[in-house]
């Protein structure tokens, strides 16, 4: 077993497979919104009344489209409906640049943000906006709406630029047991959250991947963990493993039933942090680590130095080392010897 998990490191996937990557559009996005100047908490309900508000172009900046010098607060709205017969469980929101600060909603629902309002505002206007949708946040036969607040500072406001639609990512490697969606979290630290067994008073339920700030934990800077309970296929039970975590923001340690896999950066008073953000999480998990008769428990210890945290980007699931090895092989066949044994 110590053999498997000295190997863990040569799992850990850099961002430049998702260059191999290509963005397939599935709804379009760009074109006219409902606008309004202002901010009232009551225009995000999918059912509100929007018929009075003005059109505005999207991408594209409201100084140029009737609000020249206007900084403040403003809303946008669109409704959609996805294509009939859409596979919805790995689609992707890509809203582009949003100056300066945005929260967003789905059918009355936060998913994402960028930026801090004021008082603290802090502007996320250089930020590439992509959110991964959760399937039960959809009407996959119906209507739909789409509820983005803004903040602009000063000069530019609004959409800016980029792609704005429902896409999803080709290319991308599918686990074999997926373990997106809800999750146990608790802001602060204590090593024995790691443990297989554990009384989780006072942890709340979290969607993963998403980022903690949109899911009540607004600004939290520091230690998280997240804990996940689930029983593993029997057909898996005996194959060596990988475990995707998607990309963490900033830093993690990851166990499994108590016991460490790996991490990516470190966590404490001499964290150095870098873009460990950017790094896709591939742990190994040894055959013989899971157990068939009773619950297996992932906790994922994060530290988050500054804006967004926690297990914001998939994928998240368990796939077999096979599979993972084929993956890589076809996203980065001239990385073969930067990962060591997956290519022997």
Not at 144 to 169: C, M
Not at 301 to 308: A, K, M, P
Request: hydrophobic letters at 35%; one cysteine or more; charged letters at 25%.
């Amino acid at each position: 077993m110590q053999h498997f998990l000295v190997l863990f490191g040569f799992l850990l996937i850099s961002s430049e497979f998702c260059s191999a990557q290509e963005w397939k559009l599935i709804a379009d996005l760009k074109g006219k919104w409902k606008f309004q100047l202002g901010d009232d908490s009551s225009w995000v309900s999918p059912g509100y009344n929007d018929t009075r508000w003005t059109e505005i172009s999207v991408p594209g900046e409201w100084e140029d489209q009737g609000y020249p010098g206007y900084d403040g607060f403003a809303w946008y709205r669109k409704k959609f409906i996805l294509p009939k017969n859409l596979s919805t469980q790995r689609l992707y929101l890509h809203l582009g640049y949003i100056d300066d600060v945005s929260e967003v909603f789905l059918n009355g629902r936060k998913i994402g943000a960028e930026g801090s309002f004021p008082p603290d505002f802090n502007t996320a206007f250089n930020t590439y906006q992509k959110i991964v949708i959760h399937p039960e946040y959809l009407n996959p036969n119906g209507e739909n709406v789409l509820a983005i607040r803004v903040f602009d500072d000063q000069i530019s406001g609004g959409f800016i630029s980029g792609k704005v639609g429902f896409y999803e990512r080709e290319g991308e490697i599918i686990p074999d047991f997926n373990l997106q969606g809800k999750w146990k979290f608790k802001a602060g630290d204590g090593l024995n959250r790691k443990d297989q067994v554990l009384t989780e008073n006072g942890w709340k339920e979290v969607f993963v991947p998403a980022l903690w700030e949109t899911q009540g934990f607004t600004n939290y800077n520091g230690i998280g963990w997240y804990r996940l309970e689930f029983k593993a296929p029997e057909k898996l039970i005996s194959e060596p493993l990988v475990l995707l975590l998607g990309r963490i923001d900033d830093v993690d340690e990851t166990f499994l039933n108590g016991c460490f896999l790996g991490r990516t950066g470190k966590i404490g008073n001499d964290s150095q942090i870098n873009d460990e953000f950017r790094v896709l999480r591939a742990y190994l998990i040894p055959p013989g680590s899971l157990t068939a008769d009773k619950a297996n428990v992932i906790a994922v210890r994060v530290y988050d130095n500054y804006l967004n945290g926690g297990i914001y980007d998939g994928p998240v699931g368990l796939i077999t080392l096979e599979n993972f090895r084929s993956w890589a092989q076809k996203g980065k066949a001239s990385d073969k010897s930067k990962w060591g044994f997956l290519f022997q």
